[in-house]
């Protein structure tokens, strides 16, 4: 029986691709996990350690090859009405303003313009886009196009927010006032929300629990409960204990590094 509180659950999840030359890749090898209703987790890792094979899973655009993942007590079958994604890159339709990308979810899934329509503008205003909703993609910066992207997922109400390194394309300060913002939608919003970076201070900073993966095969090798107190804001990340944090999960990537073999070493000398 899944707790009532279970809004996402993986049950021994893996994920092999078959490649083009006939091998195979374990992108992801048995994560089990539960993630609470309204709950901040945050997934870090290097690159090839299965995140965005992850998130796809959750989404239901990719099934996992054994194992089981329910999302609010239903399996993952296939996309769902109540997950909202944002990927790396915005993606948003050149020819659509600003509210007519927003409203893209509410015209797919049939629903009633109206209603979504004010909370499409009021998302607008949330995210810090008010006086830009007629505007068109090129007239914005990257950061402003995100937050574009962060309304488009969230303007049908779902549960569950899916985020694939969102901010990974903004420069260093943009992304840092970003994850502020962020905190506050989430504040106000509720959802529980699946955030996925490579940066270990960004995945500190956001969340309630991190789970912390590594490569070949990917796995899940730690989950560190996040205790700041919030709200946060950027001086938080000047602190000993946030340090500490930083300090426990990257020692998780040292002691997982795989140490190369003898024949690696002579092979590449
Ligand atoms: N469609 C695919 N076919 C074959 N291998 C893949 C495919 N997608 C991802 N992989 C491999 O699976 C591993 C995990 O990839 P990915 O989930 O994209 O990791 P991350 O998002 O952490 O960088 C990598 O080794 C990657 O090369
Ligand atoms: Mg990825």
Not at 18 to 41: P, Y
Not at 97 to 102: A, E, S
Not at 124 to 153: N, T
Request: hydrophobic share 40%; net charge neutral; proline share 7%.
């Amino acid at each position: 029986m899944t707790a009532p509180s279970d809004m996402i659950e993986l049950r021994n999840v893996s994920k092999t691709y078959r490649t083009k030359r006939g091998g195979d890749v374990v992108a992801l090898q048995n994560v089990s996990v539960n993630m609470e209703d309204g709950e901040f987790i945050t997934v870090v890792g290097p690159s090839g350690c299965g995140k965005s094979t992850l998130l796809n899973m959750l989404a239901g655009l990719l099934t996992p090859s054994s194992g089981e993942i329910l999302l609010q007590g239903t399996p993952v079958k296939g996309p769902r009405r109540d997950v909202g994604i944002v990927f790396q890159s915005p993606v948003l339709l050149p020819w659509r303003t600003v509210f007519q990308n927003t409203m893209l979810p509410v015209q797919v899934q049939h629903r009633e313009r109206k209603v979504y329509a004010n909370r499409a503008h009021q998302l607008i205003d949330l995210v810090g886009l008010g006086g830009f909703a007629d505007k068109y993609p090129f007239e914005l910066s990257g950061g402003m196009q995100q937050r574009a992207a962060i309304v488009r997922a969230l303007v049908h109400d779902p549960a569950i927010l899916l985020m694939d390194e969102p901010f990974g394309a903004l420069d260093a300060m943009t992304r840092e006032q970003m994850n502020v913002e962020l905190l506050r939608i989430w504040r106000d919003s509720r959802k529980t929300v699946v955030f996925i970076t490579h940066s270990i201070p960004e995945a500190v900073f956001l969340a309630d629990r991190c789970l912390v993966f590594c490569p070949r095969p990917g796995r899940l090798v730690d989950i560190v409960d996040v205790e700041l107190p919030r709200p946060r804001d950027l001086p938080v990340m000047n602190t000993p204990e946030f340090g500490r944090y930083v300090q426990r999960i990257r020692s998780a990537f040292i002691e997982n590094e795989e140490a190369p073999s003898e024949g690696a070493l002579v092979s590449n000398l």
